[in-house]
């Protein structure tokens, strides 16, 4: 939006030429999530205590975790807030890609919101039930899936590019739907997996969703992705815009969400950080390379499957409790060292990732 404002101003000030370059955008997107967070965050913790919307604790659980029942939750309404009007501040709004993203991104926030809302509000411990909240994010990820193929000009643009490989492409054709599918809906639910401690998914994910902005920067300029080995993707250099919003939206996030933390982002904020990682890795053809870098979401993922499947047929856990972050938890490690060393996984994980920018 303030693009076009800029294009303008450049005819009588030539300085304003500096927002043309998606670099300079991308930090005053960062920003401006940033400085949004900060100034919000008091306001909404205040009206979530005061309206009572309050986490529940899980009573086989650590004990530790007793204190926290009552903390204000729903803060992730305060992440999404910032990507949104962030993004559509600063990126080209001429982009298709910054649009999708953003539609994928507030419709997996209002699944979680109702989530939420049924849970804190309506006090149904239920919340939405499982199968509708299924049914709600694959409609929206189909949708998506479906659009970014018929969208696609040629079959390179729905293959899976395998990293660390020159010229190594899987050429997916119709399976592009279900796979890009699985990518969105798998990664959204997979970071809602993981927020289980004071700033563990949020900081991930700010990580995660940086490092894809990288991707994003190279896959949209026609030079870099040429010297890089990597498919150009018009017009998704704008993800890298939406990327940084992401990270200056989690920063800010942060600020209150660190441990003690005095505010839960709850499923409107998981789900739609996640999903959002999905579609940008999908824009910017980087499917694996994800998996890569969000390993910590996969890992935590796993160890959920595991424990329900080797219960289910043996009558016993794999760890003590699942997610991993609680199983550590049981097992003596302090909250803060949980989450700092996830961190640092998180950290050599996106570090392995970027690699592949270079290394093919």
Known sequence: MLLYLTEYLTRFVSGFNVFSYITMRAIMGALTALVISLLLGPRLIERLALRQIGQTVRQDGPRSHLPKAGTPTMGGALILLAIVVS??????????????????????????????????????????????????????????????YLQASTPQDTALLVPYFKDLVIPLGIFYIPFVYLVIVGTSNAVNLTDGLDGLAIMPAVLVGGALGIFAYAAGNVIFSDYLGIPYVAGAGEMMVFCAALAGAGLGFLWFNTYPAQVFMGDIGALALGAALGTVAVVVRQEIVLVIMGGLFVIETLSVIIQVVSYRMTGRRVFRMAPLHHHYELKGWAEPKVIVRFWIITVILVLVGLSSLKLR
């Open 87 to 148: 993004t559509l501040l600063w990126a080209d709004l001429r982009s298709a890609y910054v649009w999708i993203v953003i539609s994928v991104t507030t419709a997996f926030g209002l699944i979680g919101f109702v989530d939420d809302y049924r849970k804190l509000i309506q006090r149904d411990s239920a919340g939405l039930s499982a199968r509708a909240k299924l049914f709600w994010q694959s409609l929206v990820a189909l949708l998506i899936a479906t659009l970014l």
